[in-house]
């Protein structure tokens, strides 16, 4: 399964369009779309990865509740 990565300026809009959902223990920023979808924000390279389900399951699954 091919990841879904946004970065650049695609990253920043999608951004402005979402909503902080858990910061996690590791210090992970995790943002929610209308879709709802959950994205994995990395500050350092400026870009959001999409969350699969198992990720959110086994990483975060505090999301689920």
Not at 41 to 53: N, P, Q
Request: charged share 30%; aromatic share 10%.
């Amino acid at each position: 399964m091919k990841e879904l990565v946004l970065d650049g300026e695609e990253c920043q809009t999608h951004l402005k369009k979402c909503a902080r959902a858990l910061i996690a223990n590791d210090g992970s920023v995790i943002y929610k779309d209308s879709v709802p979808r959950f994205w994995l924000f990395d500050e350092a390279d400026g870009s959001m990865r999409l969350l699969t389900w198992n990720e959110m399951q086994l990483n975060f699954p505090e999301l689920l509740d």
